[in-house]
T-cell receptor, first 112, second 117 residues
Framework: AQSVAQPEDQVNVAEGNPLTVKCTYS??????LFWYVQYPNRGLQFLLK??????LVKGSYGFEAEFNKSQTSFHLKKPSALVSDSALYFC??????????FGDGTTLTVKP | NAGVMQNPRHLVRRRGQEARLRCSPM?????VYWYRQLPEEGLKFMVY????????ESGMPKERFSAEFPKEGPSILRIQQVVRGDSAAYFC???????????????FGAGSRLTVL
């Protein structure tokens, strides 16, 4: 079985400050890890993925994520938040070509 | 490149009626996934299909729900005898299948929002 935990329902940051959205996972074997973003009344959009290699992964819109195998974490980060980053963020894990399992999501609010 | 197309975007049904949700995957994608998003909740996996085959239906309720992905045409998620608890957003995603890395990046549709009165 595979699972994802996003421990924070909501993250609030001021514009220009760094942001972190947390994610921990559980899966047997090597994980494939993903971050997606969802804007209101829209489908999810892919941000970035970790498959193998460098633990720091860079993705769209200036986001990056750090894979930590010992802590089974894959936290999403951005050095300087924008108001337009406000959205619902989902972490996901999969193995091979099978289904992706999503966390419950974290609502990010960036205030001007 | 039209992306993943879902229709209808909004569907209203009365209890006991049937709901049919359609999904056309992105061009070149042969793998389709259905997820359900209940209000204030995350995405829950329902079913994973390839053309004419159900690969993983571990998230499908045992009764009233079925899915297909025929050789020709869109994937269909069918809910028979709907109940109020079926009210949710149903998202379809597609992928090209197992790439060189073995990982599936999903491309999502905009979702179909089912309301059961």
């Amino acid at each position: 079985a595979q699972s994802v935990a996003q421990p924070e329902d909501q993250v609030n940051v001021a514009e220009g400050n760094p942001l972190t959205v947390k994610c921990t996972y559980s899966v047997s074997g090597n994980p494939y890890l993903f971050w997606y973003v969802q804007y209101p009344n829209r489908g999810l959009q892919f941000l970035l993925k970790y498959i193998t290699g460098d633990n720091l992964v860079k993705g769209s819109y200036g986001f990056e994520a750090e894979f930590n195998k010992s802590q089974t974490s894959f936290h999403l980060k951005k050095p300087s938040a924008l108001v337009s980053d406000s959205a619902l963020y989902f972490c996901a894990v999969s193995r091979n070509a099978g289904k992706s399992t999503f966390g419950d999501g974290t609502t990010l609010t960036v205030k001007p | 490149n039209a992306g993943v197309m879902q229709n209808p975007r909004h569907l209203v049904r009365r209890r006991g009626q049937e709901a049919r949700l359609r999904c056309s995957p992105m061009k070149g994608h042969s793998h389709v996934y259905w997820y359900r998003q209940l209000p204030e909740e995350g995405l829950k996996f329902m079913v994973y299909l390839q053309k004419e085959n159900i690969i993983d239906e571990s998230g499908m309720p045992k009764e009233r729900f079925s899915a297909e992905f025929p050789k020709e045409g869109p994937s269909i998620l069918r809910i028979q005898q709907v109940v109020r608890g079926d009210s949710a957003a149903y998202f379809c995603a597609s992928s090209p299948g197992q790439g060189p890395s073995g990982a599936n990046v999903l491309t999502f549709g905009a979702g179909s929002r089912l309301t059961v009165l």
